[in-house]
């Protein structure tokens, strides 16, 4: 059982920049994808960006051009850099990653690391 744990949130004014992680206990390499997620108060978890293991990434047409995901599979971590954040991206954010086939997909989530853009 691979865990997920991130880190790198906090408070920060709007125009502000963060770099999250996401630190796993095992190997990544084998993972079909890897992303971040966010959730904002009254709202549905969505997807913000993921990156497949050929590196290849997919954003949410929010981040396009302000948040950039990457993954280092010798450090088993996943990134997130965030970058001319406003108000709209406070939310709590989740790591995920998910491994196998279609029939036998499994999900791994890490317990989420809070994200508040204020002045």
């Known amino acids: 059982q691979v865990q997920l744990v991130e880190s790198g949130g906090g408070l920060v004014q709007p125009g502000g920049s963060l770099r999250l992680s996401c630190a796993a206990s095992?190997?990544?390499?084998?993972?079909?994808?890897m992303g971040w997620y966010r959730q904002a108060p009254g709202k549905q978890r969505e997807l913000v960006a993921d990156?497949?293991?050929?590196?290849?990434?997919n954003y949410v047409n929010s981040a396009k051009g302000r948040f950039s995901i990457s993954r280092d599979d010798a450090k088993n971590t996943v990134y997130l850099k965030m970058s001319s954040l406003n108000s709209e991206d406070t939310a709590v954010y989740y790591c995920?990653?998910?491994?196998?086939?279609?029939?036998?997909?499994?999900?791994?989530w890490g317990q989420g690391t809070q994200v508040i853009v204020s002045s």
């Open positions: 995920h990653g998910e491994i196998g086939p279609a029939n036998r997909r499994e999900h791994f």
């Open positions: 095992g190997s990544i390499f084998g993972f079909n994808a």
């Open positions: 990156i497949t293991r050929d590196g290849i990434t």
